[in-house]
């Protein structure tokens, strides 16, 4: 079976913390076998029927299944923060190829909160300045409060202004 969908730290130390968004398994795989099993059904009742010909459209009905299919099963995010760097990177990968990659001072992070709407959720950055942005969209899957937490506690022991993380 497939590895878990759910968001988790895979690294975590007092300088560095490392959480991984990896591909959505499930849903991925229910779209491939979407457009797999419509097109096989097209194909077999397409010979039992003695037409001729390829319709255009056939590619058409398919194609949004298939390739969200391969976009879900291929996307990743990785998080890093790094007290030693100063630094938060954040990369996003899709259809393995296309990525963006944004980073900024650790010192500009205020911390994370778990946004919920509708039963799903999303991980959104507080920065100092008020904005704020999300690690991606709404979803479903299981971590979000555990990299919340994990972000947060990271935050704490790694203050931006100079302080002591101990208070002393």
């Given at each position: 079976?497939?590895?878990?969908?759910?968001?988790?730290?895979?690294?975590?130390?007092?300088?560095?913390?490392?959480?991984?968004?990896?591909?959505?398994?499930?849903?991925?795989?229910?779209?491939?076998?979407?457009?797999?099993?419509?097109?096989?059904?097209?194909?077999?009742?397409?010979s039992?029927?003695?037409?001729?010909?390829?319709?255009?459209?056939?590619?058409?009905?398919?194609s949004?299944?298939?390739?969200?299919?391969?976009?879900?099963?291929?996307?990743?995010?990785?998080?890093?923060?790094?007290?030693s760097?100063?630094?938060?990177?954040?990369?996003?990968?899709?259809?393995?190829?296309?990525?963006?990659?944004?980073?900024f001072?650790?010192?500009?992070?205020?911390?994370?909160?778990?946004e919920?709407?509708?039963g799903?959720?999303?991980l959104?950055?507080?920065?100092?300045?008020?904005?704020?942005?999300?690690?991606?969209?709404?979803?479903?899957?299981?971590?979000?409060?555990e990299?919340?937490?994990?972000?947060?506690?990271?935050?704490?022991?790694?203050?931006?202004?100079?302080?002591?993380?101990?208070?002393?």
């Open positions: 079976m497939f590895p878990s969908s759910a968001i988790r730290v895979v690294e975590s130390s007092p300088s560095r913390l490392v959480i991984f968004d990896p591909p959505y398994y499930g849903l991925g795989l229910g779209l491939l076998l979407v457009a797999a099993i419509s097109a096989a059904l097209w194909f077999l009742t397409r039992h029927a003695g037409a001729k010909g390829f319709p255009w459209w056939i590619p058409l009905l398919v949004p299944f298939l390739l969200g299919g391969i976009g879900l099963m291929t996307s990743t995010t990785r998080l890093v923060l790094s007290a760097e100063g630094k938060v990177k954040l990369s996003s990968c899709y259809f393995v190829f296309v990525c963006s990659n944004q980073e001072g650790l010192g500009d992070l205020q911390g994370v909160r778990v919920t709407s509708e799903f959720r999303s959104v950055f507080l920065l100092q300045s008020g904005e704020t942005f999300s690690m991606g969209g709404f979803s479903s899957r299981a971590g979000y409060y990299a919340e937490a994990a972000i947060n506690d990271f935050l704490k022991r790694n203050p931006s202004d100079g302080r002591d993380p101990l208070g002393r």
